[in-house]
């Protein structure tokens, strides 16, 4: 497809859970970004990739998070032993190499409820 | 940290009237400013991206302007229309890639 693409679009999980939310970014975007979004909150970043190498996860809220992209492509965020608080919107967006000037290009996010 | 405010959280106009959405942040180490759009249950439309050399950009009824040294934005929509109802949020991009989103404002306009 053209665009960025999530899935699953929605994941109800029970609490102490593992989940797994994929993201396909724009071919050939060389950046990708995760964010948590909270109800009537904007984006809160979570990590950030260039190619397959994860540059910057400092917006990742504890060690049970987790987020791959092992070919630079297709990228996984992993919540381990899920809980309340988790329950949020995860938006996954891509750029081309030169951030600076390309903005970025979302999916339409994961609603992730955790029970 | 970079702290992104936007001013007002809900607006209700009728149909035909401009109107402007502020944006504001604390530090002016910027290097871009993004407007987007986002309808309930989608992810975020990318309007307009300021370059921080940049004082405006335009994308027909749209019409975004940064001030950085004041730390400010805004973001002109003329001729409103009904289709216009979304939350439009603003974000800037500081060092690393790291960007910072506003809460957004809640647009509503009424047929």
């Known amino acids: 497809g053209a665009g960025v693409s999530q899935s699953p679009r929605y994941k109800v999980a029970k609490r102490g859970q593992d989940v797994a939310l994929r993201c396909d970014p724009i071919?050939?975007?060389?950046?990708l970004f995760w964010y948590q979004q909270a109800l009537g909150q904007g984006p809160e970043f979570l990590t950030y990739?260039?190619?397959?190498?994860?540059?910057?996860k400092s917006g990742l809220p504890s060690d049970r998070f987790f987020a791959e992209r092992p070919e630079g492509s297709v990228s996984t965020l992993k919540i381990q032993r899920t809980q309340q608080e988790d329950s949020a919107v995860y938006l996954c967006?891509?750029?081309?190499?030169?951030?600076?000037?390309?903005?970025?290009?979302f999916g339409d996010g994961t609603r992730l409820s955790i029970l | 940290k970079q702290e992104v405010t936007q001013i007002p959280a809900a607006l209700s106009v009728p149909e035909g009237e401009n109107l402007v959405l502020n944006c504001s942040f604390t530090?002016?180490?910027?290097?871009?400013l993004q407007w987007f759009r986002q309808d309930p249950g989608k992810g975020l439309t990318s309007l307009l991206l300021?370059?921080?050399?940049?004082r405006e950009q335009t994308s027909g009824r749209l019409n975004a302007s940064l001030d950085k040294s004041s730390g400010r934005s805004t973001l002109y929509i003329a001729a409103s229309q009904p289709g216009d109802s979304a939350t439009y949020l603003c974000?800037?991009?500081?060092?690393?890639?790291?960007?910072?989103f506003g809460s957004g404002t809640k647009l509503n306009v009424k047929p």
């Open positions: 990739f260039q190619n397959e190498a994860q540059l910057d």
């Open positions: 974000a800037v991009r500081g060092n690393f890639n790291k960007f910072y």
């Open positions: 530090d002016s180490a910027i290097y871009n």
């Open positions: 300021i370059q921080s050399s940049q």
């Open positions: 071919s050939g975007h060389v950046s």
């Open positions: 967006a891509s750029s081309s190499q030169d951030t600076s000037n390309q903005p970025q290009h």
